[in-house]
């Protein structure tokens, strides 16, 4: 939801590097200053990202800044109408490499994202993993294999609260926070931000993005996605239907610069 890079209250050190190029919740600032704290700088060239579903490639990314920037990026887009715009996007920035697949939960599909990734050759230990499905996002993760992103974004239903899990809301659509928490944790990563997507770092990465232990990795649920009012959500509306109607009739950067400008 657009609206929350408006609401100023930090609940994770993270919080304050929000900011949107290609983004929608503030994750292209959150994410750079992550990678300066692993080392990174604005020279991207060895960085390998994973990204689905990935639309075109550009609206509302979490990785696309990167592209520009020079990492190598791995666009997995089931649609074949948004495929062929990110084909053509591929045509330009030969650092992507576009696959036309749905990422399977089945665990013996030869489309899960352990098979998609083996087959297009990305190491095990792969810089960043941005999950943006809409629904099975942490049912397809759990069928990564033994890959091991040092960085996991995933989109989870944010209104859903801090305490309840999957199994306690029939008809769900998407995790909860907890649940998603719960599992990675389980899995040895860390919950650093919560800004409608969770990120995650893998915990041997956990030192170099946090040196104290000033706030609890396992309580970052930001309560502003469970008090949304009315109110928040017509605005949050209008802005939704504004940015999609700009990037139609707008330059992509000039689009992007446009956001960074005025803080959306």
Same mark, same amino acid.
């Given at each position: 939801?657009?609206?929350?890079?408006?609401?100023?209250?930090?609940?994770?050190?993270?919080?304050?590097?929000?900011?949107?190029?290609?983004?929608?919740?503030?994750?292209?600032?959150?994410?750079?200053?992550?990678?300066?704290?692993?080392?990174?700088?604005?020279?991207?060239?060895?960085?390998?990202?994973?990204?689905?579903?990935? %639309?075109?490639?550009?609206?509302?990314?979490?990785?696309?800044?990167?592209?520009?920037?020079?990492?190598?990026? *791995?666009?997995?887009?089931?649609?074949?109408?948004?495929?062929? $715009?990110?084909?053509?996007?591929?045509?330009?920035?030969? /650092?992507?490499?576009?696959?036309?697949?749905?990422? =399977?939960?089945?665990?013996?599909?030869?489309?899960?994202?352990? =098979?998609?990734?083996?087959?297009?050759?990305?190491? +095990?230990?792969?810089? !960043?993993? =941005?999950?943006?499905?809409?629904? *099975?996002?942490?049912?397809?993760?759990?069928?990564?294999?033994?890959?091991?992103?040092?960085?996991? @974004? +995933?989109?989870?239903?944010?209104?859903?609260?801090?305490?309840?899990?999957?199994?306690? @809301?029939?008809?769900?659509?998407?995790?909860?926070?907890?649940?998603?928490?719960?599992?990675?944790?389980?899995?040895?990563?860390?919950?650093?931000?919560?800004?409608?997507? #969770? !990120?995650?770092?893998?915990?041997?990465?956990?030192? *170099?993005?946090?040196?104290?232990?000033?706030?609890?990795?396992?309580?970052?649920?930001?309560?502003? %996605?469970?008090? @949304? /009012?009315?109110?928040?959500?017509?605005?949050?509306?209008?802005?939704? $239907?504004?940015?999609?109607?700009?990037?139609? +009739?707008?330059?992509?950067?000039? %689009?992007?610069?446009?956001?960074?400008? #005025?803080?959306?």
């Amino acid at each position: 939801m657009s609206t929350f890079i408006l609401h100023k209250s930090n609940i994770s050190p993270l919080d304050s590097y929000r900011s949107n190029f290609y983004s929608q919740n503030g994750e292209d600032g959150v994410i750079a200053e992550i990678l300066n704290r692993l080392g990174f700088t604005n020279n991207y060239i060895n960085l390998v990202v994973v990204e689905f579903g990935a %639309w075109d490639g550009i609206f509302y990314s979490n990785t696309f800044r990167l592209v520009e920037l020079g990492a190598k990026a *791995l666009y997995i887009e089931g649609s074949t109408s948004r495929f062929n $715009v990110l084909k053509k996007l591929s045509n330009k920035y030969k /650092n992507i490499i576009p696959v036309n697949a749905y990422v =399977s939960d089945i665990p013996n599909s030869k489309f899960t994202l352990n =098979s998609i990734l083996k087959s297009n050759n990305i190491p +095990i230990d792969f810089d !960043i993993l =941005s999950i943006d499905v809409d629904g *099975l996002d942490l049912d397809i993760y759990k069928n990564i294999g033994e890959f091991r992103p040092k960085v996991i @974004i +995933i989109e989870i239903v944010s209104e859903y609260g801090d305490i309840l899990r999957n199994q306690d @809301i029939p008809n769900r659509v998407g995790s909860t926070y907890r649940t998603t928490v719960d599992f990675l944790m389980n899995n040895n990563y860390s919950l650093v931000c919560h800004i409608g997507n #969770l !990120i995650f770092i893998d915990n041997n990465f956990y030192s *170099l993005i946090y040196k104290d232990s000033e706030y609890n990795s396992n309580n970052l649920y930001n309560p502003y %996605w469970r008090n @949304i /009012n009315s109110s928040l959500r017509l605005v949050d509306l209008i802005l939704a $239907v504004l940015l999609k109607y700009s990037y139609k +009739i707008l330059p992509s950067k000039i %689009w992007g610069k446009s956001r960074q400008f #005025l803080g959306l």
